[in-house]
């Protein structure tokens, strides 16, 4: 593992964000635990940091939502270096003033997915904090990178649902009832393996859609999402790119360190 490159940070690109970098980039792939992850990753340099990329559904979007080697995708970039992820990716807004277009920073999640596997420590009684499943540190970089082009707003609760179908107008009416914002397939377990593997993770979120249950909402349709995804793709990867260049420090924060020093009994070695 030693020969191969490394990097500190990561982005895995969600929906229509397939690609990252040019034909300059190194490709690595690998294997794990787990399986392969969604499609070889590629490294790249960002403002002088190494930095890695690997799209969430493959790079011919082959994965559905709950398809996903999610716990090989995280370990995958945990064992290149990866301390710090940012996981970009298409929403559905359920306030009709979070129109297409606005990009969101989440501070909470709400998972209402099933079946998926959502840990590494199927054995030796290990529980994470996850109460702010996000990243402090990196969610300020990522608010830091607002630019003039895409609204921001910077909190938001992301609820997660199972997928691969669109939400009826009944339950997006009742997850807008709860007072959350945004609703997404893919935020869970990502950002929960990111935790268990003590690497820091930040969503960042760009709307796609008026959720069904919204006055103003026509129903969503996969080819309007990734119309939409398309339109503001150009500086949408520039805000990432800007996210990245704010982010201060290389390693795992304080906050994301949870395991480490603790005492913990781990049923393994994480990988370095």
């Known amino acids: 593992?030693?020969?191969?490159?490394?990097?500190?940070?990561a982005i895995i690109g969600g929906s229509g964000f397939y690609d990252f970098f040019g034909d300059d980039a190194t490709t690595v792939e690998l294997d794990t635990p787990y399986g392969a992850p969604s499609a070889p990753i590629t490294i790249g340099q960002v403002e002088g940091r190494s930095v890695a990329f690997l799209p969430r559904h493959g790079r011919k979007h082959e994965y559905s939502p709950h398809t996903v080697p999610y716990r090989a995708n995280m370990w995958a970039l945990r064992t290149l270096g990866v301390r710090r992820v940012f996981g970009p990716c298409a929403v559905g807004s359920l306030r009709a003033d979070w129109g297409p277009g606005t990009v969101a920073v989440p501070d909470q999640l709400v998972d209402r997915t099933s079946g998926r596997d959502q840990t590494f420590y199927d054995a030796g009684?290990?529980?994470?904090s996850f109460a702010d499943p996000y990243c402090a540190d990196l969610r300020a970089a990522a608010i830091a990178s607002a630019g003039t082009e895409l609204p921001m707003k910077d909190h938001g609760t992301m609820v997660v649902v199972q997928g691969p179908r669109f939400s009826t107008r009944a339950e997006s009416r009742w997850?807008?009832?709860?007072?959350?914002?945004l609703v997404n397939m893919t935020g869970h377990p990502e950002a929960v393996l990111a935790r268990e593997l003590e690497m820091c993770y930040s969503a960042i979120a760009l709307v796609t859609d008026?959720?069904?249950?919204?006055?103003?909402?026509?129903?969503?349709s996969a080819a309007n999402v990734?119309?939409?995804?398309?339109?503001?793709?150009v500086p949408f990867k520039a805000l990432v790119r800007r996210a990245v260049a704010a982010v201060d420090g290389d390693d795992t924060c304080d906050k994301c360190r949870i395991l480490t020093g603790t005492g913990v009994?781990?049923?393994f070695e994480l990988p370095q």
Do not use: Y
Not at 175 to 181: D, I, L, P, S
Not at 226 to 233: D, G, H, K, S, T
């Open 1 to 9: 593992m030693s020969s191969d490159p490394r990097a500190s940070l």
């Open 125 to 128: 009684g290990v529980h994470v």
């Open 175 to 181: 997850f807008a009832g709860q007072g959350w914002e």
């Open 210 to 220: 008026l959720d069904a249950g919204l006055e103003s909402g026509e129903g969503v």
């Open 226 to 233: 990734f119309a939409e995804f398309e339109r503001n793709l």
């Open 265 to 267: 009994q781990l049923p």
